[in-house]
């Protein structure tokens, strides 16, 4: 499928940030490690929240503790190889681990109005977080929200899956 020209409203025009459509199994968005740890996956375990690193013939390697709320959703890997959820309880958010497994940091999503969906990185480490009410938001490893945008036509909602590509292109399915 290709790309699609829904706008990035709200967004900063400097960032360049296109957003792209696509049907995307979510099984498919289960890890963006493809530069840090070449063939393993990051498995998110949604209740009761954890992820695991998983080796491809299946063999589990780490294993994350702590981490703050429960139903976590999506998995990806922040530049600096931190891995980053998103949480759904007790309220809408993210949290980030150290690749060793232990709690890095978290922070609220209020912008977020339904439920948390996928989150993934660009290449600046701005994260792209799902919101199930069709919006897509976007927010600095720090917490700051810096802009949404409506990710599918009118009628059209449910954004859960999204993916940054290699290219930096975002691309969103519900």
Known sequence: MGQSS???EGTSASRGIRAGLAAILTLCLASDARAQVTGDLVVNRYDPGRLDIVA???TPSVSTTGGT???WLGASVMPDDRLVTTRRAPSSGVVFFQFDGQPAGTFD???VSTSTGDVSVF????LAISDQSGFVHYYSETGVHLGSFSAFP???SGAFGNHVDR???LWVGA
């Open 6 to 8: 829904f706008g990035t």
């Open 69 to 71: 709320g429960t139903f």
């Open 167 to 169: 290219d930096d292109v």
């Open 154 to 156: 009118p009628g059209i």
């Open 56 to 58: 491809p013939n299946g």
């Open 109 to 111: 999503t209020p912008e």
């Open 123 to 126: 290449a600046d480490g701005t």
